[in-house]
């Protein structure tokens, strides 16, 4: 029988899936919206420091640095102290972190705090998406991971726009203030999540065994050492995101935290809406088409950026890159996916994860340099450029193999790993 439900009735009935999901949905929203309050200001804090944009870089890339060594502790300690313990601590740290933002006088207590941020957000990535994993039945988990998605994506959207409003309307200071209030109070949201019982795994993750799963991966699909190298670059045009764009728009435009925190909104409310349609679109048309063609999207509305001279210029060129990224991201995470051995996709993706912090860190270093040495809008040609590069290499390297019946791939079909079937055949 067809489902005749409403959005709102089949969003209801996902957030009822359980009691402790809905309320670890909530808390993850909540804690986002913390996130996304000082995304307009963070940039400009450095600059009332007296610290350069060429340090800037640097010390920013200490946040991904901070990430990617605290990664594979925070996976062992996941498993070993519990989910809820490692996502209250980390989200606590993020609260005090931000706290202290507010009352930071020089450079150096700017670095530390953002290594902090760092291993807080190495703690919330896996515990969080381990406790939802836990808490939901396991014929509802990519209903559950959508909509945990969907409600972080909500919660970043309204961030920057609340946060660039009260920083340019009331005190520049006040979204430090809120920012750790929403952290606080998730801690205590989440403290009353019923943690599900884990068995405890014999073989504890680490970096090596993370890396050597990916090694075992790729001897099994080459197509995953394409998308490990679009990860790098995306994790270097990562830096220029979160911190070249709001530079240039200050310098180049003159735009207000107000405007930047709109404009930061504007992009994700595109990705937000867009997401779950053109994921749907893939699965039934196919991947590699929805790649290429956001990243084209991607890659042309950044190049333009460049030249952007007015307010409305932004706001458009916002559009077009996000909606980029809401075509190419739901069709190179299911890729991922079909890439990996099922039984491993855990460490391999931790793996992933850290080839792009290590993008990161290149990205903030190398970014934040050129934007001093050569001029604001280098860093965006760079990135713009690096965006062609990571279309270019899942053009040339990966192609999406035809189905055969039961829903395997041709080539795949005799692979030990399950291979990810459609309803309509697709892989």
């Given at each position: ?96 972190t931000t706290l202290m933002l507010a009352f930071i006088t020089d450079a150096l207590q700017f670095a530390i705090l953002r290594s ?22 396991e014929e509802k988990r990519a209903t559950a991971m959508g909509v945990e998605g969907t ?277």
């Amino acid at each position: 029988m067809a489902d005749k439900k409403g959005p709102i009735a089949r969003l209801k009935g996902s957030l009822l899936i359980s009691r402790d999901f809905g309320v670890l949905v909530v808390a993850l929203m909540v804690v986002s919206l913390g996130f996304g309050l000082l995304a307009p200001i963070i940039p400009d804090l450095a600059r009332k420091l007296g610290i350069t944009d060429g340090a800037m870089g640097g010390i920013f890339a200490l946040f991904a640095v901070a990430y990617v060594l605290a990664m594979p502790p925070s996976g062992y300690l996941t498993d070993r102290l519990g989910r809820k313990t490692m996502l209250i601590s980390g989200i606590a740290i993020f609260g005090f972190t931000t706290l202290m933002l507010a009352f930071i006088t020089d450079a150096l207590q700017f670095a530390i705090l953002r290594s902090l941020e760092g291993v807080g957000a190495a703690m919330t990535a896996p515990s969080a998406f381990a406790l939802v994993i836990d808490l939901v039945p396991e014929e509802k988990r990519a209903t559950a991971m959508g909509v945990e998605g969907t409600a972080q994506v909500l919660g970043i959207f309204g961030g920057p726009a609340v946060g660039g409003f009260v920083a340019g309307e009331i005190n520049f200071y006040y979204p430090f203030y809120v920012g750790a209030a929403l952290a606080f109070i998730c801690c205590i949201i989440v403290y009353m999540v019923k943690e599900p019982p884990v068995k405890k795994h014999q073989e504890h993750p680490s970096l090596l065994t993370m890396f050597g799963a990916w090694k075992r991966n790729v001897e099994e699909n080459r197509k995953l050492v394409a998308l490990t190298a679009r990860g790098l670059v995306m994790g270097v045009v990562q830096g220029l995101w979160n911190l070249g764009l709001i530079l240039f728009w200050y310098d180049r435009i003159g735009m207000t935290y107000t405007e930047v925190g709109i404009a930061i909104s504007i992009g994700t409310a595109v990705m937000a809406s867009g997401t779950i349609y053109f994921g749907t679109l893939a699965d039934k048309h196919g991947k590699m088409p929805f790649i290429l063609a956001g990243g084209a999207l991607m890659a042309s509305g950044l190049g333009a950026m460049a030249f952007a001279q007015e307010l409305i210029h932004v706001y458009l060129l916002m559009i077009v890159m996000d909606l980029g990224a809401a075509m190419s991201n739901p069709s190179v995470g299911a890729l991922l996916a079909d890439v990996m051995l099922k039984e491993e996709r855990g460490r391999v993706m931790g793996a992933y994860q850290t080839v792009q912090g290590l993008g990161n860190i290149i990205g903030f270093t190398a970014l934040g340099v050129v934007y001093d040495v050569i001029s604001p809008e280098a860093p965006i040609v760079m990135c713009a450029a690096a965006l062609a590069l990571a279309t270019l290499i899942m053009a040339v390297f990966v192609r999406e193999r035809k189905a055969v019946p039961g829903g395997a791939c041709a080539q795949d079909a005799s692979r030990s790993a399950p291979v990810v079937s459609k309803p309509n055949g697709k892989n």
